[in-house]
């Protein structure tokens, strides 16, 4: 069985920046996606992030974020390991983030959550002065 687990959440002043990991134990032979989701009180669960670990190591985006968030994956020392790189943050992306695990993928992925299988349990991001 694998297991996402999220780590790197904290309270950050708007404008600031934080990194997120997600961490997968277990051994990964096939293709995967990690996808980011946020989930705000009383609010839906956003897709905002994902990466095909991949021939194609595509990204995809959600337009409230794009251009503030970079999504990546660790180098050697760190398998099964993403980032994902948030810049000037806003309040309004104040959310439990979590992370998840499409396995196994295709050389896409996506920010819909239905195609991922394994979920982490999240971490806290509040921006507020």
């Known amino acids: 069985q694998w297991q996402p687990v999220e780590s790197g959440g904290g309270l950050v002043q708007p404008g600031g920046s934080l990194r997120l990991s997600c961490a997968v134990s277990?051994?990964?032979?096939?293709?995967?996606?990690i996808g980011w989701f946020r989930q705000a009180p009383g609010k839906e669960r956003e897709g905002i992030s994902c990466?095909?670990?991949?021939?194609?190591?595509?990204?995809?985006?959600a337009d409230s974020v794009k251009g503030r968030f970079t999504i990546s994956r660790a180098g050697d020392n760190a398998e099964n390991t993403v980032y994902l790189q948030m810049n000037n943050l806003k309040p309004e992306d104040t959310a439990l983030y979590y992370c998840?695990?499409?396995?196994?993928?295709?050389?896409?992925?996506?920010?819909?959550?239905?195609?991922?299988?394994?979920w982490g349990r999240g971490t806290q991001v509040t921006v507020s002065s």
């Open positions: 998840a695990l499409e396995l196994p993928s295709g050389t896409t992925c996506s920010v819909d959550p239905y195609p991922y299988d394994f």
């Open positions: 277990g051994f990964i032979r096939d293709y995967y996606a």
């Open positions: 990466i095909a670990i991949s021939s194609s190591g595509s990204t995809v985006y």
